[in-house]
């Protein structure tokens, strides 16, 4: 019979495990398998670089709480042992639960409940063959532009077309419609597989690739080397550094989170600012929970936009906000509160992309400045995310404005790997076919398809791809 101390152990492992899994449901509902192995594989950087709330709340929660928990537990034990035993019942409740068969079993239907509750599984009966491989398509210029045209590609967090059905009477995204410059926008931007969170949105829009695990999950030579990201991927920044545009990466987070940093330094970003590089340049600047406010970070694009402008050489300014961060966003200290619930950090951030946005097509100059906002994926476990878990028509908001360039989008529907041949056509580069990596561009006419028309794409995506592998390795 074990001793008091390792049955409260035991108790409180499996009530860790227990609470682990219903704080992870309710703070990010359910994820993609490779979302969560992606960040486990960096869960000692992420620990360091994360939401400092978040981290307490998980060691209140799934830590401090179950403490409590296993000592109650051995309380109802020990009472009813009590009751057995003056009436003489032979049975022992204690023997029973603390063998080692059932603490195996218990860790057993406490994994499968954490899996099922939080953890979205790929279809096992799709054909098992490396697509990726099959769906790739290495980017080809055929021609680059001789006038090239300025970049300012912004990553709105979390930012969805689809929030706005939620709230029609309070015009969330009026303040993006541009009228002026005459933007165009695909009514249906879908989010695949491997996607769906920040830095796999980046690399799936900028390098046309899905993001998925690598090192101790997928065999023993990926990831040996930790200063390249996906190195032999060709990337949107790569391209553009190749015909000799400059690359300037602006957010307001962490640069070092979920290796952001390596995927920006490996494909051709000269200049990276992050949390870390504001705090540097200013000491005294006000921080939230997950980083610099979403106002500072465009007043330092703005600084840093006709600072490149004065350079006379193409540049390509890259910005990620912040402010509609689950769960609840971050409200930049210049904005109003006006409902005081997640639509003030989505008006906040519509204002201030609208602000910035109207700057950089005043002071462009004689050279053109092609502008796409695009978010970076869909809303995550926000306040108002119950109300979109049924949606089936969900969309992430996405528009491109040009100067004297008449965009016609040749489809209704794109996805993240559509945007990197996009936004090269929209820059006049002419692509092989249109496509790069897994993407085809939404932009002129093209002998391409997007793979978004593909039966079971998320399900084929997620089965095991040595071609993706090779990406990372010397």
């Not at 296993?70 to 063998?99: G, N, Q």
């Not at 602000?355 to 002071?363: H, I, Q, R, T």
Request: with cysteine.
């Amino acid at each position: 019979m074990p001793s008091l101390l390792i049955k409260y152990v035991m108790t409180y492992a499996v009530f860790v495990l227990l609470s682990t899994a219903q704080w992870f449901h309710r703070k990010f509902h359910k994820v993609e398998l490779d979302q969560f192995l992606y960040h486990l594989e960096r869960s000692s950087e992420n620990v360091i670089k994360a939401d400092f709330p978040l981290i307490n709340s998980a060691i209140k929660n799934c830590l401090l709480a179950p403490l409590v928990y296993a000592l109650l537990f051995l309380c109802f034990v020990f009472i009813a042992e009590r009751i057995l035993k003056k009436l003489s019942h032979p049975f022992s409740l204690s023997a029973t639960l603390y063998s080692p068969v059932s603490i195996v079993i218990s860790i057993a239907l406490g994994v499968i409940y954490f899996l099922n509750l939080n953890i979205q599984l790929a279809n096992p009966f799709v054909e098992n063959r490396d697509w990726v491989a099959h769906f790739y398509a290495e980017p080809k210029v055929l021609s680059a532009p001789d006038k090239k045209r300025n970049l300012v590609l912004i990553y709105a967090e979390s930012m969805e077309s689809s929030l706005e059905s939620l709230y029609p009477n309070d015009h969330l995204y009026d303040s993006l419609s541009f009228k002026s410059h005459a933007p165009v926008s695909f009514s249906s931007f879908q989010q695949l597989t491997d996607t769906g969170w920040t830095i796999a949105g980046m690399t799936s829009s900028q390098c046309g690739i899905p993001l998925k695990p690598v090192g101790i999950f997928n065999g023993d030579n990926i990831g040996e080397s930790t200063n390249k990201f996906m190195p032999n991927a060709k990337c949107l920044g790569d391209v553009l550094k190749d015909y000799g545009y400059k690359n300037v990466f602006i957010g307001g987070a962490s640069s070092d989170y979920s290796g952001k940093n390596l995927f920006l330094e490996t494909h051709g970003y000269g200049e990276i600012y992050g949390r870390s590089e504001f705090k540097k340049m200013n000491s005294e600047i006000a921080l939230n929970a997950w980083g610099v406010n979403d106002d500072e970070l465009f007043k330092f694009a703005k600084e840093k936009f006709l600072k490149l402008k004065a350079e006379n050489n193409p540049f390509n300014l890259t910005l990620l906000t912040i402010g509609m961060h689950f769960p609840d966003g971050f409200l930049s200290p210049s904005c109003p509160s006006r409902y005081s619930d997640y639509r003030d950090p989505i008006l906040c951030t519509s204002f201030l992309i609208k602000d910035f946005v109207d700057f950089v097509k005043a002071n462009e100059g004689a050279v053109d400045t092609d502008i796409v906002i695009v978010g970076d994926h869909l809303t995550m476990k926000a306040s108002i995310s119950k109300a979109l878990e049924h949606k089936t028509d969900r969309s992430i908001f996405n528009l491109f404005i040009s100067r004297d360039k008449d965009e016609i989008p040749n489809r209704a529907q794109i996805n993240h790997f559509d945007l990197f041949p996009t936004i090269l056509t929209q820059l006049n580069f002419d692509l092989k076919d249109g496509r790069a990596g897994l993407g085809c561009s939404g932009f002129d006419q093209v002998n391409c398809s997007s793979v978004s028309t593909v039966d079971q794409i998320n399900d084929k995506l997620h089965k095991y791809s040595s071609f993706y592998e090779s990406l990372w390795t010397h």
